[in-house]
C-alpha cells in the first residue's frame, strides 16, 4: 500500500494554502464522520488482489487493444443491448470511455494543463461465455468536429431494438472550455462507428459528471459540483476542494429531456433541464434499475450510496435509503436482478497522488454489491455482528450495516493488480464481473 501523505503537498503550496488545507479536513472529518475516516486513512493489509469467487490469478485477466495500448484511463462502462420485440436481451457489448491524457486533463481531480489530446470510445465482444477472451475494438466518432475536444466521462446507451436499429448514445464531455454532452448514434451492425449528432449544453450543465437514460432521448444527470476548477485563479484552486472535503451538499441531479426535434441534427431543437434532486455532496455515479422503480446516485465524499423511488411518469425521485460504503464510491451500475454494483476509491490521498503521476504511486480499488434483503434474511442478519465475511478486509472494519440492504466485496486491490476502480458491471446470467480503473490500463474481467 501506498505510504500516506499530505493531500496539500500535491494540491497545495504556500504556507496558508497549508492551514486552510488543514483546518478543512479538520472540519471534514468532524462533519462526515467515519465514512471520510476511511477514505483518508489507509488500510496496510489491503490483499494485492482479491476475488470474491475464486483465485484473483486464475479468474481474472487484463483485457487491453494490444500493441499500442490506447484503451486506458476508462471512467465509465455500461452493457449496450440488443433486445427482441418483447424486451429480452439477445446479445450484449460492452461501451467504454476512456481518456489516455487524463493526467494532463482532469477537470474534478485536476490538473487542467493540456486538454487537445482527445479521449475515446471502445467496445468489447463479451462473448457466449462472458470471458477475457473478447478483443475490444476504437469507435470512430464519424462527423465529430475537428475542432471539439472529446474528453469523455459518465456514458449511457439506449437498448438495440428491432423496430429501432440505431441507438441514441450520451456522453459527458469535459471539454477545454465548458462540460457538454454529446449525442451520437450507433447501430448494432456497424458498433465500431458512432455518428455524432450534436453537442448539448447550457447553463444547467455546470459539472456534469455521469448520466443514465430514462428513454431513447431523456437521461438523469449529476452535477458534481456547485464550485469547479473552471473558476479562474485562485477561486478554482480553493473553492472546488473546500466543496469535496467539506461534503457541502450544493450540487444536484437534473432530468434532462430534448424535444423531437432534438434527434435530427439540421433541427436540434433545445434540451430541457429539471432540477430533480438537490443539496447533495458531489454526486458522482447514477443509475436507474432494470425495472424503472429505482434510482441509485453516489454520494462520493460523504461514502455513500442514496436510493431513491423513481416515478416513470414525471421523473420524480423519492428518497427511500441511504446506504455507507467502505470507499468513495465512483459509479453505480444496477445488474438484472436489482443488486447495485458499485467501484470505487479506499484511500483518497492516493488516488491523489497517482492522478499527479508521483512515482511509484498506486491507487487501490474496491468494488461491492449492494442488494436489498428479504424480512428473513434480515432478522437472521441481526442474529450476528459479523457480516461480508471471507474477505481480506471485510466492509463491517469500515462502515455499519444498513438495516434492509446486504453489502458484499466482490473485489479488493491495494493497486499493484488493479488501481483505482471507477465502473463495475456483472452480467447476472454468467456472473463475470468487469471492472475500468480511472488510472489503469485495460479492462479487468474476472470470470467465476
Not at 160 to 181: C, G, I, K, W
Not at 352 to 363: F, G, K, M, P, Q
Request: hydrophobic content about 40%; charged content about 20%.
Amino acid at each position: 500500500m501506498t505510504r500516506p501523505f499530505s493531500l496539500l503537498s500535491i494540491t497545495m503550496k504556500s504556507s496558508l494554502s497549508w492551514a486552510i488545507a488543514t483546518a478543512f479536513i479538520a472540519f471534514g472529518l468532524w462533519r462526515n464522520g467515519r465514512s471520510s475516516r476511511n477514505i483518508l486513512i489507509p488500510t496496510p493489509d489491503f490483499p494485492h488482489g482479491y476475488y470474491a469467487e475464486g483465485s484473483h490469478n486464475e479468474h481474472c485477466a487484463i483485457v487491453r487493444d494490444t500493441p499500442s495500448n490506447d484503451m486506458k484511463f476508462c471512467e465509465d462502462a455500461v452493457f449496450w443491448e440488443q433486445q427482441d420485440r418483447s424486451g429480452a436481451v439477445l446479445d450484449k457489448v460492452l461501451l467504454l470511455s476512456c481518456d489516455p491524457s487524463r493526467r494532463g486533463w482532469n477537470t474534478v481531480m485536476g490538473p487542467m494543463l493540456e486538454p487537445s489530446f482527445r479521449g475515446a470510445l471502445w467496445y468489447y465482444t463479451i462473448g457466449q461465455g462472458g470471458g477475457a477472451s473478447g478483443r475490444p475494438r476504437r469507435i470512430t466518432l464519424e462527423g465529430y468536429p475537428e475542432e471539439h475536444n472529446f474528453h469523455p466521462l459518465g456514458l449511457d446507451v439506449y437498448p438495440s431494438q428491432p423496430d429501432r436499429p440505431e441507438s441514441n448514445l450520451f456522453v459527458v464531455n469535459h471539454a477545454r472550455y465548458n462540460s457538454t454532452v454529446e449525442q451520437f448514434v450507433i447501430s448494432w451492425r456497424s458498433p465500431d462507428r458512432a455518428r455524432w449528432v450534436r453537442t448539448l449544453s447550457g447553463p444547467e450543465f455546470v459539472s456534469p459528471n455521469a448520466l443514465a437514460l430514462t428513454g431513447p432521448t431523456s437521461f438523469y444527470l449529476t452535477n458534481d459540483h456547485r464550485f469547479t476548477r473552471r473558476l479562474p485563479g485562485v477561486l478554482g484552486k480553493t473553492l472546488p476542494l473546500a466543496e469535496t472535503i467539506l461534503g457541502l451538499p450544493l450540487a444536484w441531479t437534473n432530468h434532462v429531456t430534448l424535444s423531437d426535434a432534438s434527434t435530427n441534427e439540421d433541427a436540434p431543437g433545445s434540451p430541457y433541464a429539471e432540477v430533480v434532486t438537490s443539496r447533495l455532496a458531489f454526486p458522482n455515479g447514477v443509475a436507474v434499475s432494470a425495472d424503472g422503480a429505482q434510482v441509485a446516485i453516489a454520494s462520493t465524499t460523504l461514502c455513500e450510496i442514496l436510493f431513491y423511488a423513481r416515478d416513470p411518469a414525471t421523473q420524480a425521485l423519492s428518497p427511500l435509503a441511504r446506504v455507507p460504503t467502505p470507499f468513495a464510491p465512483d459509479n453505480v451500475r444496477f445488474d438484472s436482478q436489482g443488486s447495485l454494483i458499485v467501484a470505487g476509491h479506499p484511500h483518497f490521498q492516493s488516488l491523489v497522488a497517482v492522478a499527479a503521476n508521483r512515482t511509484d504511486a498506486l491507487a487501490p480499488s474496491w468494488v461491492v454489491s449492494i442488494t436489498p434483503t428479504s424480512p428473513a434474511a434480515e432478522a437472521e442478519t441481526k442474529m450476528g455482528s459479523d457480516w461480508d465475511l471471507g474477505v481480506p478486509v471485510p466492509a463491517s472494519r469500515k462502515v455499519p450495516r444498513a438495516p434492509g440492504y446486504e453489502l458484499r466485496t466482490l473485489y479488493q486491490s491495494d493497486g499493484s493488480e488493479f488501481s483505482s476502480s471507477s465502473t463495475a458491471l456483472r452480467d447476472a446470467r454468467t456472473g463475470v464481473l468487469y471492472v475500468v480503473g480511472l488510472y489503469a490500463d485495460g479492462l479487468m474481467v474476472c470470470t467465476p
